[in-house]
């Protein structure tokens, strides 16, 4: 089994910035990424990395404005995020795949998941 643990959210300013972390334990895992849901809305894809940590692929609203990356050495993976919109307001989840190395950023290529971390912009 895979534990999934995210932190960093809060609430922040429309323009700021946050680094989510979500450290891993447990069995080895390969790609990871950062999805978010927003109230009344389904999951979303944000960002999503391959095993090496060399490709990424993120979903067009955040493009320019998050970078995901990872330590494997820490087990740990980030998504530093800037210029924080009221739009950015929801759920971020940590997902860790056991099947896929490459940067996929279909749900269903996604194993395990963390409990989510709440980041709040204000306007």
């Known amino acids: 089994q895979v534990q999934l643990v995210e932190s960093g959210g809060g609430l922040v300013q429309a323009g700021g910035s946050l680094r989510l972390s979500c450290a891993a334990s447990?069995?080895?895992?390969?790609?990871m990424g950062w999805f978010r849901q927003a109230p009344g809305k389904e999951r979303d894809f944000v960002a999503v990395?391959?095993?090496?940590?060399?490709?990424?692929v993120y979903a067009d609203s955040v493009k320019g404005r998050f970078t995901i990356s990872r330590d494997n050495a820490k087990n740990t993976l980030y998504l530093q995020i800037d210029s924080l919109r009221p739009e950015d307001t929801a759920v971020y989840y940590c997902?860790?795949?056991?099947?896929?190395?490459?940067?996929?950023?279909?749900?269903?290529?996604?194993?395990?998941w963390g409990q989510g971390t709440q980041v709040t912009v204000s306007s």
């Open positions: 997902a860790a795949s056991s099947r896929v190395t490459y940067a996929r950023p279909g749900q269903d290529q996604y194993d395990y």
């Open positions: 447990g069995r080895t895992v390969y790609a």
């Open positions: 990395i391959s095993w090496s940590g060399i490709d990424t």
